[in-house]
Structures are given as C-alpha cells and as structure tokens.
C-alpha cells in the first residue's frame, strides 16, 4: 500500500478538478436549464420548437461522443477551447436538459388557479415566471435536482477520456503505472461515494428546508 503515498498530489490536484468541474458543469446546467424550460413553455411557437429540439438531441446523444466530437470536431471548424473548458461546457450542454425535463415536471406543480389569478393582478408571462413560478417549481423539485447532480459528478470521469488531469485520470495514470488497477480504483470509487454522499445530505437538507418554508 506504500505506492499511494507517492501519488497522493495526483489525486488530490484529480479531486480538486473533479470538483472545480461538478461547480462549473452544474452552474451552467442549471442557468441554461432554466432558459429551456422557459422557452418550452413559451407561447411563442419558435422558442418551443428550439428548445423541445435541444432537449431531444442532446438528451440522447451519450456523453462521451459529445465529448469527443466537441474536442476534436470543434478543431476542424477553427474553433477550439482548452481541455478543462471544452470539458465544463460539454457537461453543460449534456446535463442542461435534464434539468430542464426535471424544472418542467416541477412547473406542473402550479396550480391553473394561481395562474389565473396571476394574470388577474396583471402579471405577464414573463414577471409571473421569473418571480413566481419558477421559484415555487425549483422549490418542489430539489431532491431530483440532487440527483441530476449527482449523476452529472460521477459523469465527470468522462473528461478523463480527452485527457482532462481528473480524478478518474490520474487514477488510471497511477493504476497502469504500478500494475494495482484493483486498488487504485477501489480508491476513486470511495472518493466519487464520499463525493455523491455528501452532496446527497446537502441536497436531502435544502429540500427539508424548502419543504417547510411551504
């Protein structure tokens, strides 16, 4: 078990970029989720049409081949990020529609006689989403948004395949290096779990608080 020690800066710099990924990747999922379920319940046809299609694409598309052809299909066109930003924006793109679907779910918690009396007191679509709705969706939805999270942290690793230095790549560096993929990995597994259970009881505390500010 000696070898961990010489690897110990590896994986902690590994933790750190896993980390500094899920902040970033699950920032953005969760503004330009917003923005889609907004526009797919929009009036207007065209934002619906665009939004219900980026949904449909990119929900589908697994995440390793967006990756792959973000990173080396962007080149092509003259267009290219470095490996940790190419590796943000894509867990953005992936993950950004299933907080959409699950905001979406929430928004069927508004009940059609606080809609209409939101439009009675004179609130447009807009105000009345911005300040009311989407506030009281999020609200009922905070345990499944825990779990987007918590998919798009273990979905993370997946950098590690256009050499992002994360936790799953420095783990792989170590286990082809001494020969223990078993033991190696057995302690990326512990971290990603220490990880998810963490964010698990945050999330598990948020949702107590909102449920009894209802």
Known sequence: MSFFSG????????VLITLELTVLGWA???????VLTAMRVSPIRTLNAAAT???????????PVQMVLFVFGLPLLGIQYPLF????????????PFVSETLRSGLNTVSTGELEALRAL???PRPAMQHIILPQ?????IQPLGNVLITMIKNTSVAALVGVADLTFTTNKAAVDQAQPFLIFSGAAISYLLIGLIVGRLVGILDRKAAFSR
């Open 85 to 96: 930003a190419s590796a943000a924006i894509v867990l953005v793109i992936y993950t950004a």
């Open 7 to 14: 690897y110990i800066a590896d994986f902690s710099s590994g």
């Open 122 to 124: 004179g609130f447009g």
């Open 137 to 141: 969706a999020f609200g009922t939805v």
């Open 28 to 34: 953005g999922a969760l503004l330009l989720g917003t």
């Open 53 to 63: 299609a980026y949904v449909t694409v990119f929900r589908n598309i697994p995440l």
